[in-house]
């Protein structure tokens, strides 16, 4: 037995409920670090088992390297938080900005100013966010620019012309808006370093910290992904799962685009090596490590970010931040702190770490001395999918 028990006796019960065919986990927790894995890549009997080190798509979890990369780089001058991405993006320059974000695309004004890097870090560039579904969001589903978990099928010197051709839906630093600065972001890392992206992750990241599996193609097949299906298109009328074709067959071959949004390959055990080289302060320094994991909203810019995963939560650079009030702070502050952990007990002031949409998450807790990560390959159904299956138990646990 191990004091993680109940949380691998959880992983192996949602499995056997059809959540997903395989589940990957691992935890870090004052120096104890243990791996799990269970299931198998796929339903059928002969799919091979999941391995501890199974390489998965994860989605999301890359902006969190691209935030570390983007750190390293502020910090050597390669470039700094107010420059204008039209130094490296010029398809950026001069940006026009949609009179409201659903109006016609014809309907725009001069851009306030230019779009900077911190705007990309913290992801208040003014891009569209994909829903509600508007005139914008159609014409970047049309040129292949649209966000999604399917990485972009086109070169990142044809995304940054098509994206940019495009007005912005607000004006720049005006309001967070989920996920594609993250794609222009990782055009901005390789341009400003004179390389490929795929180099700067192996340079900066994968080699230094010995992750053979981080990558933008993987070096053995992945796990099928699959998704809910709709209960209207079952035969028998009930929900389940089904394969998301078009992402397995897009991580079949190496991406036209290297992007950091959503479309690096990694073992949990390399991600999570990565996150506790963040936490140990080995990759970044302490200063560093605390300016990527500090929210950097503003009041004004975090409605954005509380429509998509509902309040208390901040951003840091490319990092989701939670900011549940600590103990003894106001009535208000403990009465959302009280609800809060009544749904969710693992959040924790200062906890830092997001979620991917082919169904990852990872989080580092610093007040817990806490690293944890979960892989599946159920696609979320909605940003507050939360893999309670996972923290609850581990809570518990290390309680």
Do not use: C, N
């Amino acid at each position: 037995m191990t004091v993680f028990d109940e949380v691998w006796r959880s992983l192996e019960q949602t499995v056997a409920d059809g959540y997903a065919p395989g589940v990957v986990a691992g935890i870090r927790h004052r120096g104890r670090t243990e791996f799990f894995a269970t299931g198998r890549y796929a339903f059928e009997a002969d799919a091979p088992p999941m391995r501890a080190d199974t390489p998965f798509r994860i989605a999301s979890l890359g902006k969190l390297v691209a935030g570390a990369l983007s750190t390293l780089l502020l910090d050597e001058g390669v470039f700094a938080l107010d420059d204008p991405i039209e130094r490296w993006l010029p398809e950026f320059a001069d940006p026009r900005v949609l009179v409201a974000p659903d109006a016609p695309l014809t309907e725009t004004v001069a851009a306030d100013r230019s779009i900077t890097v911190r705007d990309l870090l913290t992801m208040t560039a003014g891009f569209a966010f994909p829903f509600p579904e508007t005139p914008l969001t159609r014409a970047m589903t049309e040129r292949g620019v649209a966000t999604g978990v399917v990485p972009a099928q086109v070169t990142p010197d044809e995304f940054a012309q098509r994206l940019g051709a495009l007005p912005l839906a607000r004006q720049p630093g005006d309001r967070f808006a989920y996920d594609t600065a993250a794609d222009v972001l990782s055009i901005l890392l390789a341009r400003a370093t004179g390389g490929t992206l795929g180099e700067l992750v192996d340079d900066r990241i994968a080699r230094p910290l010995g992750l053979e599996s981080m990558g933008f193609s993987a070096k053995e097949p992945l796990p099928t992904a699959f998704r809910l299906r709709e209960r209207a298109d079952s035969a028998d009328g009930q929900a389940g799962l089904e394969v998301a074709h078009e992402v397995v067959a897009a991580f079949e071959h190496p991406p036209r685009m290297e992007s950091l949004r959503g479309g690096l390959v990694s073992s949990l055990p390399d991600f999570l090596r990565f996150l506790t080289a963040v936490a140990d302060d080995e990759l970044l320094t302490f200063e560093q490590r605390l300016s990527l994991t500090s929210d950097h909203l503003t009041d004004a810019q975090r409605p954005g970010l509380d429509d998509m995963g509902g309040p208390g939560y901040g951003w840091g650079w490319q990092t989701g931040v939670d900011l549940l009030p600590p103990k003894g702070a106001s009535p208000e502050g403990e009465a959302f702190r009280s609800v809060a952990l009544a749904s969710e007990p693992w959040r924790s002031a200062g906890r830092w770490g997001w979620a991917g949409g082919t169904g990852t998450s990872a989080y580092v807790d610093p007040a817990r001395d806490l690293a944890a990560a979960v892989f599946t390959q159920h696609e979320l159904g909605a940003p507050t999918d939360d893999f309670a299956f996972f923290w609850e138990p581990l809570m518990t646990s290390i309680r």
